[in-house]
Structure formats: structure tokens, C-alpha cells
């Protein structure tokens, strides 16, 4: 997409399969497209996946009315809200703590941290969502990979969506419902595990209520405008997986791999968090403040290995102009980001990795700055960015703080290998391999 836009412009039209995809390659048209006609792009295009595997109602890809509308509060003012985020932070350091006695075991052997990253930033999501372990964990973790391989938006059914039968024929349907069957069964023992428990503990709404005790509430109280069906409470319980396991994962991945190929950048951010904790064993959530050189890698991270590189598409409601064009409606509308975020003229030596550059740019995630857009913008934008900013902050300072680390075997660092390979998120072709010396 990217070598087609510098062919074509910052706006082109594919069509693929019966599909009508428009791809933006600019920050003003992806402000044109999720500030100023925000409304209009507001929708999803509507896979067969997820009519199958996310239940018809999740959040990720509901289209845009009450049904969204409703889902979103919730995220917002329950799941995801700052007092929320704030309760699941033990979690979060548990998750670190846990990383950093795994790589301790290690005794300098090399330490798959692609493998590590992936499940601490799974770990934290399903103690999020379920709370302490539970007895499904194991089959719900590997019926869950099998699921999320449906949803690319990609496929057969999707692309010729007026032929049905090409999902019949092809096999797909069939095994997707039968991989949705699978999860559906997991999912009901985990909810009736959690009403039990509740009929137990009957007093009502605490601190202590995971994702899945939260929606079961909303759902017993059954809605203002739309009911909460339990249908909802599956599909938000799976976007949750969808929407924030890889993409955190992949993100303190790739973090990991620049942070070897730059060692000046590994020393300045080391420095930083020893300096700040000071012998400490613990890190404190205060102390995050005075990581800004590590909220600076971060950023710089999300920029140029962005987990999402088109963010999740949308779907025009209405015929618009956008750069002079037409677009009618129906259309599906991707946007770039991987490309913008890259872009020559908006980011001074774009392909190199510089925090430093993030010094005296105040850029934020809240979609205000369409040059900077790796949790996407407008009212669409991810709910998640607090909890996966917290989730990385921890692990990496964690990670910088107690070990010191370098490429197994002697490997120059400059000739690691950085392919990229796209799923649902982007991630590292090949697994990175480290040996962790420990800090005293
Ligand atoms: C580095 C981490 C993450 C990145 C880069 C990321 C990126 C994105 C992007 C690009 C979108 C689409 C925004 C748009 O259409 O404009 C999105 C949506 C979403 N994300 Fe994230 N995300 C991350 C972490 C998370 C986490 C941790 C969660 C939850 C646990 C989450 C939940 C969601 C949900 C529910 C949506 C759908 C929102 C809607 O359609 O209204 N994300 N995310």
C-alpha cells in the first residue's frame, strides 16, 4: 500500500473481490477522515468472523449506533477508566515481577523474550478479565490463537461478501464455527463459574470485580438503552484478547529489538530508571513519572514498528468528499498509519529510531496530531491506550532495570534481523533471542 500511495497519491482506490477499498496515506486526509467527517467513518465494515466468532456484538468491529455506543461507555467509564486502570496496576507490576524471576532462572542462557513479552502481555489481560486462574486457562489461551486467525477482514467470504457459497465451499464457515463452538463452551464455564461466585458473595459492586464480573452486573441490570445481552458480554471479553494482546506484545517486542540495535538509546533509558530507583527492589507507580526517556522510547516505538499499520478499517455510512475525491458510500476505508507515520516530510529522518525526537514535541496519543496516530483517532479511537502504556512501562523498566543485555553467540547488533511479518498485528518475523545479564 505504501509503494502504491507514492505512485498513486495519498488517496487510491482497490478493488479487491467485490470489495471497494480507498487507502489514505496522509495526515490531512486521515484528519478529514476521522475529525472532520468523524461521524461517517464511525462505521465498521461487517465481516463474516465476526457475525460467526465475535458473536455479532462486540465492540472492535460493531458497527457505528447504539449497540457501539453503549458497548463504548462501558469500556470507558468501567473497564477502562483511570480509577479502573489504577486498580489493576498490582496486576501489572505482578506480571513484571513474575517476567523478571523467569529470566533470573535463565542463568544466562538465552531467553526467547518474543515468546516472554507475548505471554506476560496475555497474562495481563486474563488476569484483567477473569481474575486469578482459572481452570479453563490453558484451553481458552490456545482456542483463542485458532479464533483470532478468522478475523483479518482478508478473506474469501470477505472479499466476495454476495457469495455466500464461497465460505460454504472453501471450508471456512465450517471451520469457524466449529473453532466458535470450542470457545463458545469455554467461555459459559468461566461466565457460570463467575455467577456462581457472585450468588456467594452477593453485595454488590467492589473494587474487586474483574471484566467478567463488571459485565455480568451490566448485564443483570439489563441496560439502559440496549440490553447487554450475554452475547455482548462474550464478544467485549474477546475483543479484549483481539484488541490488546498482540499489539502490547509486539510493542515491547519490537522496543527490545531497537533497544539492542542502539545501545546508546539501552544505556540512557537503563541509566534513567537505576537513577530513579536508586537500589530499590521495587519499582512504584510514582516512579513512572520520572521515566520520561522511557515514555519517549515508547512513543518512538508505537511510531515506527506500530503494532496496528492500518488501523482497524472503517466503513463510510454516507457518500463524502475527502481531497476532492468522491467516496461513495459503502466504501471500506483504510488508513495507513504504518506509511504516515514514516512520512519524510512530517517526521525529520523518519526511519531512525530517536526518542529524543519526542523531547520537545508533546505529541499525544488522543488522536489531536493525525501525524502521530498508532492507537488510530476520533471517536473510534482505542479505549486501551492507558492500560497497554501502563502494561509496557512496567515491564520494560523492569526489564532495563534488572538486567543488562546483549545478543547470544556474539551477534553484531547492528545486523539483527527487523522483517516484519502482518497478522493481525505487525510483529517480528523471527523470534528474539537474549541473554540477560542481571544488575546489581
Ligand atoms: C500497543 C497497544 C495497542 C495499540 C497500538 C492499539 C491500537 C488500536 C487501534 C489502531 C484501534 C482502532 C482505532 C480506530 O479505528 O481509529 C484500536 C481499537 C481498539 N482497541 Fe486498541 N490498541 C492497543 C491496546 C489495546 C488494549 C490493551 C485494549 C484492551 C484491553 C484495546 C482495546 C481496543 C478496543 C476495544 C478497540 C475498539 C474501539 C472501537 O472500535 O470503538 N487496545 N486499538
Sequence with gaps: MTSLAKKYGPLFHLKLGEVDLMVITSPQLAAECMKTHDVNFAARPQFL?????????????ASYGKHWTQLRKICTLELFSNKRVKFLKPI????????????????????????????VANATITRAAFGKEFAQQERFLSTIKETFKYLSGFNVADLFPSLNFLS???????????????MDVILNEILQEHERKNAINEDGATDEEDVVDILLRLHKDGGKDVPITMDSVKGVILDLFLGGTETTGATMDWAMAELIRHPEVMRKAQLEVRRVLN?????????????PYLNMLIKETLRLRTPAPILVPRYSTETVELGGYTIPAGSRIVINAWAIMREQNGWEDAERFLPERFENNQVEFVGTNYQYIPFGGGRRICPGISFSMSTMENVLANLLYHFDWKLPGGQNPKELEMKEVSGLSLTRKSDLFLIATPHN
Design 49 to 61: 468472523s465476526r457475525k460467526i466468532i465475535l458473536y455479532n456484538s462486540d465492540l472492535v468491529f
Design 168 to 182: 460454504d465451499i472453501s471450508g471456512l464457515k465450517t471451520k469457524m464455527d466449529r473453532v466458535h463452538r470450542v
Design 279 to 291: 537500589g530499590r527492589a521495587k519499582i512504584n507507580e510514582v516512579d513512572f513519572k520520572n521515566l
Design 92 to 119: 501489572m507490576e505482578e506480571g513484571a515481577h513474575n517476567l523478571v524471576e523467569k529470566i533470573r532462572l535463565a542463568d544466562g542462557s538465552p531467553v526467547n523474550i518474543t515468546e516472554m513479552l507475548f505471554a
